[in-house]
């Protein structure tokens, strides 16, 4: 009789998962797994052992697509995330600006209006009129010159009280256009700031749901491995390695098939231009290339190739491994489109830059076969893309 393990359970919680973030969510995989004694008993027929090894595989592959679905799906929720968070960054350091913009232009109304109040001081004292009759009355010329003189700063003082005046009243009202904007900048504010707290949510459930798919896997894969391997007189390890180059070679195609589709569509060039960051990941650029570094003789590749890898990295990524385009949904340090492609080169892709660095030399190297003939490639079309 055929054992039906937890995984049914497992699986119907993980696409409830991705419906609920917003997500589409694989087909509904068989859960009904073999046991020991089904294995056993289809040894002993050729046909059963082969019918046996192809639901294996079936299984397998299932497993592995329901944890690449939800994996895409977490890095397109931290994307989201990325931007709802950079979004409100901006919006709150406008509003502070406007804040700070209105302050200052309310200051400098109140100084100005001060300062035109003590010139109009200054008129009342200086009697305008009586100056005038002097100058009318008077005889001598030095006296002439004297009220002249008085008359014409007088004459100033009037026009820069005036002056003063106008930039006053022209002070408060953009102080009040400032002010209005900056309330209508906090508004918006506000809203982004809803909005990022709910793109945290989902992008939190979509993460525990790829989490859930990848522990489903990887309870499930080593058994059915054990499996795959009797019935075919293998080693599990063996069958394992097998399935992971096999997994490599597919993913590199169709990566370079995925970038190639996107970039004809204007969507996919110029590497990443936000981040999809998972909670506690580390980005260091640094240390990411001096392990690519490290990792260049296992290709064959001499040292020269580090300065290509650079560029092309750079140009794709800057080296960070949470590096997102919003446009493509490309993802990490090497772009891997769609990014669960780099879980052929280990489970923790969405976190670990090495794993990251793995995956993108691999690529490189099935594809181009060397960073040089990969960076040439990429600028010799545009929108750039390898």
Not at 122 to 150: E, I, N, P
Not at 292 to 298: C, K, P, Q, T, Y
């Amino acid at each position: 009789m055929r054992r039906i393990w937890t995984g049914t359970a497992v699986a119907a919680a993980l696409v409830a998962a991705l419906v609920v973030a917003g997500g589409t969510a694989p087909a509904s995989a068989d859960t009904s797994y073999p046991s020991w004694a089904d294995v056993q008993a289809a040894k002993a027929n050729t046909a059963a052992a082969q019918a046996e090894v192809d639901r294996i595989n079936g299984l397998l592959a299932s497993l592995q697509s329901a944890a690449d679905a939800a994996g895409d799906l977490a890095v397109k929720r931290l994307g989201e995330y990325g931007k709802a968070k950079a979004d409100l960054a901006a919006a709150t350091q406008k509003a502070d600006d406007l804040g700070s913009q209105a302050s200052a232009a309310a200051a400098k109304a109140e100084a100005l209006k001060a300062q035109s109040g003590r010139f109009a001081s200054q008129l009342t004292r200086s009697d305008s009129s009586g100056v005038s009759l002097r100058l009318f009355l008077g005889t001598s010329a030095q006296a002439s010159d004297t009220l002249l003189y008085q008359l014409g700063a007088v004459s100033r003082l009037t026009g820069q009280a005036s002056a003063l005046f106008a930039q006053a009243d022209a002070q408060r009202n953009l102080a009040a256009s400032l002010s209005d904007q900056a309330k209508a900048a906090q508004k918006i504010r506000d809203s982004l700031a809803v909005a990022a707290q709910k793109a945290s949510e989902e992008a939190d459930a979509a993460k525990a749901a790829a989490d859930a798919a990848l522990a489903d896997q990887k309870q499930h894969a080593t058994t059915l491995y054990q499996q795959l391997a009797s019935l075919q007189n293998t080693e599990a390890s063996v069958e394992q390695q097998y399935a992971a180059g096999v997994a490599a070679a597919q993913a590199a195609a169709a990566a370079a098939a995925a970038k190639a589709a996107a970039a004809a569509a204007n969507s996919g060039g110029g590497g990443a231009d936000g981040v999809a960051p998972p909670p506690g990941m580390t980005v260091d650029p640094a240390a990411a290339q001096a392990y690519a570094n490290s990792r260049l003789a296992a290709f064959g590749w001499g040292g020269g190739q580090m300065d290509c890898l650079i560029k092309l990295w750079n140009h794709e990524s800057g080296w960070r491994a949470d590096a997102y385009n919003t446009s493509s949904g490309a993802y990490g340090i090497p772009q891997a489109l769609p990014a669960s492609k780099m879980a052929s080169a280990g489970s923790d892709w969405m976190t670990n830059q090495n794993t990251q660095v793995d995956w993108g030399l691999d690529y490189i190297n099935r594809s181009y076969g060397s960073p040089c003939a990969a960076w040439n490639f990429e600028m010799s079309h545009t929108p750039n893309w390898y």
